[in-house]
């Protein structure tokens, strides 16, 4: 008979763990406030287009532009109407999806070749690093703003070539701060004991030198995460980012624009959208700089025992 004790699913461990971690994340109202707002906007973004896609198309214009806090044509039309009477709460919740998508998949494009290339330029041969760190200077030399603009007048507007240019612009901030993190981690003990037992460069590097590195790269990409929402929100606001039948925050925005002095409500509530979600996405990377961080982490440890 096998002994079921060694298939035991729970690790007590890694209970106390995730505790002790929720513990300090309520310990810090501000970061738990803005983990529950993060929460939110993600299931918006998930469940919002399958069940108010259709609400949030339909076009009734006795409805347009009606005030909001009005329920007499229902709970949709709550922060009311836009220019062709369609309901902004269902819109609001709907461009979620599109918002979401174009920065989680430009912060994931960018860190994964970012950090990719600033392992390798760190912990290879100088003539690598040099020729890595060269391709970096030549997209930073580009305004990013700029850069954006000009592909995607070449290539078109749409949610894939959005997610590219906005990656290309952020690559080098991933890259630079991976190939310093990795200079200094390479001639660590443990690092240089690795070396001498034999091991391979690709398993230092993926087991030795990218667990020191990674939480770092995670506080940068939750900062990051409002920087391109931001930049999204510019392009999209200046015309040239996701276009109808799309919807973004920053292209209700810019909808908007024209009705400000009539019916301020359009630029308004997408306008407030964006500002929540960085200033959340900007509370909880600064709580998660100290969370993830061993050297600084038993201050938040220190004050969470007590509630554990």
Not at 187 to 213: D, K
Not at 229 to 251: C, K, R, V, Y
Not at 279 to 289: D, F, H
Request: glycine content about 6%; proline content about 6%.
């Amino acid at each position: 008979m096998s002994d079921l004790s060694l298939t035991k699913p729970n690790n007590p461990a890694t209970q106390r763990g995730f505790t002790i971690f929720l513990a300090m994340l309520w310990r810090d109202k501000l970061a738990f406030i803005s983990a529950l707002v993060l929460v939110l906007v993600v299931l918006c973004a998930l469940v919002g287009p399958a069940l108010l896609g259709d609400l949030a198309t339909n076009q009734n214009l006795r409805g347009r532009n009606s005030p909001p806090f009005d329920m007499t044509r229902g709970w949709a039309f709550f922060l009311g109407g836009d220019s062709l009477g369609r309901p902004m709460l269902a819109r609001l919740i709907v461009a979620a999806r599109s918002t979401m998508m174009v920065a989680a998949g430009a912060v994931a494009t960018a860190l994964i070749v970012g950090a990719t290339l600033g392992l390798v330029a760190g912990y290879m041969g100088k003539n690598i690093s040099q020729a890595i760190m060269r391709l970096a200077d030549v997209i930073m030399s580009f305004p990013s703003l700029l850069l954006a603009v000009v592909v995607l007048y070449v290539l078109g507007p749409s949610i894939p070539n959005m997610i590219l240019v906005l990656a290309i612009t952020r690559i080098p901030i991933y890259l630079r701060t991976t190939r310093a993190e990795v200079l200094e981690v390479r001639e660590r003990m443990f690092v240089q004991a690795a070396v001498v037992m034999g091991a391979s460069h690709g398993r230092i590097i993926v087991r030795h030198v990218l667990p020191v590195v990674a939480p770092t790269l995670v506080t940068i990409a939750t900062l990051d995460f409002a920087f391109v929402m931001l930049a999204e929100s510019s392009l999209s606001f200046l015309g040239i980012g996701i276009q109808p039948p799309d919807i973004t925050w920053g292209l209700m925005v810019s909808q908007g624009r024209p009705y400000l002095t009539t019916a301020w409500w359009l630029a308004l509530w997408p306008g407030v959208c964006i500002v929540i979600t960085t200033l959340a996405l900007n509370l909880l990377s600064n709580w998660m700089r100290i969370a993830l961080d061993p050297a600084q982490r038993w201050r938040l440890e220190a004050r969470s025992t007590t509630d554990v």
